[in-house]
């Protein structure tokens, strides 16, 4: 089973390219935005990974790469966001 986000992912003392090279050539994130210290983009975490558990691979490899780095993660779910509708019946 697999599930669908938005991830961004801020960090401090980082490069655009560490960055690339862990979220999106070691892991398959595909990115809208990329920077030396932000990764917006989406993906799926698969097997019953928890987003906490991906987090801490991110920030792991991350911090492989650069042990100053500092990382945080922002997960939004997209396969059952909230809504409202208005207007008329249609059905």
Known sequence: MSRY???IVRTKNTTKEELKKVIIDEL???ETYLDDTEFN???NLFGGVSE????EEISEAIKELNPIAK???R????????YEEYGDSVE
């Open 5 to 7: 986000y938005e991830l």
């Open 75 to 82: 997960w939004t779910y997209m396969e059952s966001l909230p």
């Open 71 to 73: 990382v945080k993660t």
């Open 52 to 55: 906490k558990e991906a987090h």
């Open 28 to 30: 398959g994130w595909r």
């Open 41 to 43: 983009g989406s993906g």
